[in-house]
């Protein structure tokens, strides 16, 4: 996807792990671990429930983890088909506290404008002539000032700049907005605002798993290897929290990039599941499943933001007090790069030309990495910042990636979206771009539930309760006063996996199954009849819910019903009343 988007964290000596170690074998005692793990340290519970919410007590960042040093590799793991052949592990740290503050400098009228290695940026290389301050540029030409487009890798570099007031300007998710605003908010001159949204990454980031991980679920209990405080790392934790899993579940093992995660994926048997980006995703897979030579026997990728593609946002945010001395050129920025998505559509060749330029990559492979983000254009940032149907917009968006944070231990007072976003400047061009049109969502062609069951595992099944009426298929939050949270929340799940199949799975209280059994086999049928059918009924009141409230295609929703075929308890029947949301890739057909 790009080369760096995590910051180099400095590993530690392997010494300290085994004193730690020996300490803990000699000790043997739940006092000891308690001193030196307290409660507050360790990673909390997520609840898929309340990933939208926002606890509101601080929270103490957790202590680094001894880094350890990374293992040898496998045989044949020299030819694998990673972009790097060396990485080093670290511990796990919360970002780096913020550097020192400073006014910002504004000199010959130009914006210095940090990216990374990101096919997402196209639109600003393309509008921009390059990466050079120049007169050459539409920026010059229609708004008098020029953009220094500086390749900052490092988002704590990138941070760092943005804060010393060499940089106008933050590159990053939204998720690392999300995990950067706490620090940045101490000083009101650099507490960031978001005015536009680039793109949603699509197919850049994925997780890459082992022959014996089947879906999301089974990655309880599991070592997944990543690069921490990055979109790599929202990416899994948003997935184990939609399958029910918390951080304290899994083994994380961090590397100092993503690109050095595939690497120890590769070198690594023990490592069950990797999150990294492309191509590194796409080439270790098994080489029968279309990765290159080299590539992890029985490997395959889970998931990617193919099908999770309004996960990952690409934003830019502005120091408050350049936004607000500078405002035209604000808007000048906001609507170059809408023009430069036109410019990269109609000549990406020559666009491909500029970024391997100033990325220092071949053309072919920056054409490639374009194929890797979905611009998103006038509209599709009207919907991201203003339409509160949409699933996936800003605020949950932030909402979610806040949560995930705070719960990890990364962040203690999460910063509300509304401080952050900024969307006057979009109603104030809405007139440039009137024509502009929301590009096409994916299809989803007729699916039938057998087909789906033999050829397809789920990328994830969430479970999520709702209680219904007794012989009612009605949604009614008078009887269940948690429904409303209940359809926000899969309706978070789908649109996040907006090209995924959602399928819902209606089950039914298991309480009276061995009465009815007493009463022999025809009346048994009788009742397992009636009883599929009134589970697929509220299966299917969920799906009409979905739609109503989030506008999501028809197709992409299915619904079915299990009668009390699929039981979770034989002893509390309470949990058997649910609905299961599997998501499915998009090509199960």
Same mark, same amino acid.
């Given at each position: #996807?790009?080369?760096?988007?995590?910051?180099?964290?400095?590993?530690?000596?392997?010494?300290?792990?085994?004193?730690?170690?020996?300490?803990?074998?000699?000790?043997?005692?739940?006092?000891?671990?308690?001193?030196?793990?307290?409660?507050?340290?360790?990673?909390?519970?997520?609840?898929?429930?309340?990933?939208?919410?926002?606890?509101?007590?601080?929270?103490?960042?957790? *202590?680094?983890?001894? *880094?350890?040093?990374?293992?040898?590799?496998?045989?044949?793991?020299?030819?694998?088909?990673?972009?790097?052949?060396?990485?080093?592990?670290?511990?796990?740290?919360?970002?780096?506290?913020?550097?020192?503050?400073?006014?910002?400098?504004?000199?010959?009228?130009?914006?210095?404008?940090?990216?990374?290695?990101?096919?997402?940026?196209? *639109?600003?290389?393309?509008?921009? =002539?390059?990466?050079?301050?120049?007169?050459?540029?539409?920026?010059?030409?229609?708004?008098?000032?020029?953009?220094?487009?500086?390749?900052?890798?490092? *988002?704590?570099?990138?941070?760092?700049?943005?804060?010393?007031?060499?940089?106008?300007?933050?590159?990053?998710?939204?998720?690392?907005?999300?995990?950067?605003?706490?620090?940045?908010?101490?000083?009101?001159?650099?507490?960031? %605002?978001?005015?536009?949204?680039?793109?949603?990454? =699509?197919?850049?980031?994925?997780?890459?798993?082992?022959?014996?991980?089947?879906?999301?679920?089974?990655? %309880?209990?599991?070592?997944?290897?990543?690069?921490?405080?990055?979109?790599?790392?929202?990416?899994?934790?948003? @997935?184990?929290?939609?399958?029910?899993?918390?951080?304290?579940?899994?083994?994380?093992?961090?590397?100092?990039?993503?690109?050095?995660?595939?690497?120890?994926?590769?070198?690594?048997?023990?490592?069950?599941?990797?999150?990294?980006?492309?191509?590194?995703?796409?080439?270790?897979?098994?080489?029968?499943?279309?990765?290159?030579?080299?590539?992890?026997?029985?490997?395959?990728?889970?998931?990617?933001?193919?099908?999770?593609?309004? #996960?990952?946002?690409?934003?830019?945010?502005?120091?408050?007090?350049?936004?607000?001395?500078?405002?035209?050129?604000?808007?000048?920025?906001?609507?170059?790069?809408?023009?430069? $998505?036109?410019?990269?559509?109609? &000549?990406?060749?020559?666009?491909?030309?500029? /970024?391997? &330029?100033?990325?220092?990559?071949?053309?072919?492979?920056?054409?490639? /990495? #374009?194929?890797?983000?979905?611009?998103?254009?006038?509209?599709?940032?009207?919907?991201?910042?203003?339409?509160?149907?949409?699933?996936?917009?800003?605020? %949950?968006?932030?909402?979610?990636?806040?949560?995930?944070?705070?719960?990890?231990?990364?962040?203690?007072?999460?910063?509300?979206?509304?401080?952050?976003?900024?969307?006057?400047?979009?109603?104030?061009?809405?007139?440039?771009?009137?024509?502009?049109?929301?590009?096409?969502?994916?299809?989803?062609?007729?699916?039938?539930?057998?087909?789906?069951?033999?050829?397809?595992?789920?990328?994830?099944?969430?479970?999520? #309760?709702?209680?219904?009426?007794?012989?009612?298929?009605?949604?009614?939050?008078?009887?269940?006063?948690?429904?409303?949270?209940?359809?926000?929340?899969?309706?978070?799940?789908?649109?996040?996996?907006?090209?995924?199949? @959602?399928?819902?799975?209606?089950?039914?209280?298991?309480?009276?199954? $061995?009465?009815?059994?007493?009463?022999?086999?025809? @009346?048994?049928?009788?009742?397992?009849? &009636?009883?599929?059918?009134?589970?697929?009924?509220?299966?299917?009141?969920?799906?009409?819910?979905?739609?109503?409230?989030?506008?999501?295609?028809?197709?992409?929703?299915?619904?079915?019903?299990?009668?009390?075929?699929?039981?979770?308890?034989?002893?509390?029947?309470?949990? =058997?009343?649910?609905?299961?949301?599997? @998501?499915?890739?998009?090509?199960?057909?």
């Amino acid at each position: #996807m790009f080369s760096n988007r995590n910051g180099q964290l400095k590993p530690g000596g392997i010494i300290l792990l085994i004193l730690l170690a020996l300490a803990l074998l000699v000790a043997g005692s739940t006092k000891l671990r308690e001193q030196l793990f307290p409660e507050a340290a360790r990673p909390q519970a997520i609840s898929a429930d309340e990933l939208k919410k926002i606890a509101g007590a601080p929270q103490a960042a957790p *202590p680094a983890a001894t *880094p350890q040093a990374p293992a040898q590799p496998q045989a044949g793991a020299t030819g694998a088909p990673t972009t790097v052949s060396e990485y080093k592990y670290v511990g796990k740290t919360a970002p780096a506290a913020v550097g020192q503050v400073q006014s910002y400098a504004y000199k010959d009228n130009t914006v210095v404008f940090p990216i990374n290695i990101w096919g997402g940026w196209a *639109p600003i290389i393309a509008a921009n =002539n390059g990466f050079k301050a120049n007169k050459d540029c539409l920026f010059f030409k229609e708004f008098g000032f020029q953009v220094d487009l500086k390749l900052i890798d490092d *988002p704590d570099a990138a941070r760092a700049a943005f804060a010393s007031g060499q940089s106008h300007v933050l590159w990053g998710t939204l998720d690392m907005i999300a995990l950067f605003a706490e620090g940045l908010a101490k000083d009101p001159r650099v507490f960031p %605002r978001v005015f536009q949204q680039v793109d949603w990454s =699509n197919g850049g980031d994925g997780v890459v798993v082992r022959a014996h991980i089947q879906s999301a679920n089974d990655l %309880r209990g599991k070592t997944i290897v990543l690069a921490q405080n990055s979109p790599s790392h929202y990416y899994i934790l948003r @997935v184990l929290a939609e399958a029910g899993i918390s951080p304290g579940e899994v083994n994380f093992k961090f590397t100092d990039t993503a690109f050095g995660a595939a690497r120890a994926f590769v070198d690594n048997s023990g490592i069950d599941a990797c999150v990294s980006w492309a191509p590194d995703i796409y080439n270790i897979v098994d080489e029968k499943l279309g990765g290159k030579k080299g590539g992890v026997k029985g490997a395959r990728l889970l998931t990617t933001t193919k099908d999770a593609n309004n #996960m990952i946002a690409d934003v830019w945010a502005v120091r408050s007090d350049f936004a607000a001395d500078h405002r035209d050129v604000v808007k000048g920025l906001v609507i170059g790069i809408f023009k430069g $998505m036109d410019l990269a559509a109609k &000549d990406p060749d020559k666009v491909a030309a500029l /970024m391997a &330029d100033g990325f220092g990559l071949g053309v072919e492979e920056c054409k490639s /990495m #374009m194929g890797d983000a979905h611009l998103t254009n006038y509209p599709e940032n009207v919907k991201f910042f203003t339409n509160a149907d949409f699933a996936a917009n800003f605020d %949950r968006t932030w909402r979610a990636a806040s949560y995930v944070y705070k719960q990890y231990g990364a962040i203690g007072a999460p910063v509300r979206p509304e401080d952050v976003k900024d969307s006057s400047v979009l109603k104030e061009v809405a007139a440039l771009f009137a024509g502009a049109k929301e590009a096409p969502g994916p299809s989803f062609p007729p699916l039938q539930s057998s087909k789906l069951k033999i050829e397809a595992e789920p990328i994830l099944t969430k479970t999520v #309760m709702i209680q219904f009426a007794p012989n009612s298929a009605d949604l009614d939050a008078n009887y269940d006063k948690a429904i409303p949270q209940a359809v926000e929340e899969i309706g978070r799940l789908a649109a996040s996996f907006g090209a995924a199949r @959602v399928v819902l799975e209606g089950n039914v209280d298991t309480s009276r199954k $061995m009465e009815i059994e007493r009463e022999g086999p025809r @009346v048994y049928q009788e009742f397992s009849k &009636d009883v599929r059918e009134l589970s697929e009924k509220r299966a299917n009141s969920v799906k009409r819910a979905l739609i109503d409230k989030f506008k999501f295609p028809r197709e992409k929703i299915s619904a079915f019903g299990n009668g009390w075929d699929n039981p979770i308890s034989l002893t509390d029947h309470r949990q =058997n009343r649910r609905v299961e949301v599997k @998501v499915f890739p998009i090509e199960s057909k």
